[in-house]
């Protein structure tokens, strides 16, 4: 799963209200198939290689684009 991917299955959901189990099941997801692909169950395994590939987490791109939603959409607000 490349960074296009996920980018592609968060479109529009800066937009969205989330509640933050909902954020929660998106992080486990992907957590889930790293831990499918390196075949461990090990998180702080996952979390390393996570961090090594330079792969963010779904709660991590998504509070970065809804503050720059806000931000960009505050102008039209005020």
Same mark, same amino acid.
């Given at each position: 799963m490349d960074y296009k991917q996920i980018l592609a299955l968060m &479109?529009?959901? +800066?937009a969205c209200p989330l509640k933050k189990r909902d954020i929660n099941s998106l992080d486990? *997801? *992907?957590n889930r198939l790293f831990?499918?692909?390196?075949k #461990?169950?090990?998180i702080n395994i996952v979390r #390393?290689?996570?961090h090594? &590939?330079? &792969? +963010?987490l779904p709660s991590v791109l998504l509070d970065r =684009? #809804? =503050?720059k939603f806000l931000e960009k959409n505050e102008k039209f607000m005020s």
């Open positions: &479109f529009g959901m +800066e486990f *997801v *992907v831990m499918k692909l390196l #461990t169950s090990d #390393t290689c996570q090594m &590939f330079g &792969f +963010e =684009r #809804t =503050r």
